[in-house]
């Protein structure tokens, strides 16, 4: 399982005129920073896996990470900026990520392709998850809005998901 122990993190919010009330603002922002955390995780996972990935699938795998990093990091800025929105301060420091973390480190020495796959497969279906269920907790705060941005977060990485599982030789 790559999930470590959770923290539940301290809220503050800054003033805004944005129209939820702020009982529900701290919910979103206090969902929100786990899916940044484990975004930034995941980036550099992939972005580890994209350097150090060795064998015969060598060049699509080094792409499909290399993509599905990028793809982390335009949801990570999106979360960052809704939390802003939403009047909450986006966690922008190591000190701050790591209090919130969500997935466990990768295992140094790995090269083979194999186990990349596993890890990255392993690592973002727990991310998706994790997306998902956050999913229903801003509709119950009434934020459509962020609901809908982890919806098209969740499509995207589905995909990607697909992609490089079906780069396994091994069974499901």
Not at 38 to 53: C, D, F, P, R, T
Not at 138 to 150: G, K, L, Q, S
């Amino acid at each position: 399982m790559p999930a470590i122990a959770k923290k539940k993190p301290t809220i503050a919010l800054q003033r805004t005129r944005h129209p939820l009330p702020e009982t529900q603002r701290v919910e979103v922002v206090r969902a929100l920073a786990p899916l940044q955390t484990g975004s930034i995780e995941l980036y550099l996972q992939l972005k580890n896996a994209h350097w150090n990935v060795r064998g015969n699938a060598f060049g699509s795998l080094h792409r499909i990470f290399d993509e599905t990093s990028q793809e982390l990091s335009e949801i990570v800025d999106n979360l960052a900026e809704r939390m802003a929105i939403v009047g909450g301060e986006p966690l922008a420091t190591i000190q701050k990520l790591t209090a919130v973390p969500q997935l466990a480190d990768a295992p140094t020495g790995m090269r083979a392709q194999e186990e990349f796959i596993k890890l990255v497969v392993d690592r973002l279906s727990y991310y998706i998850q994790l997306v998902r269920d956050s999913i229903d907790v801003f509709e119950r705060y009434n934020d459509r809005v962020t609901a809908d941005a982890c919806v098209r977060a969740c499509s995207a990485l589905e995909k990607k998901l697909w992609m490089i599982e079906s780069h396994s030789v091994s069974k499901a």
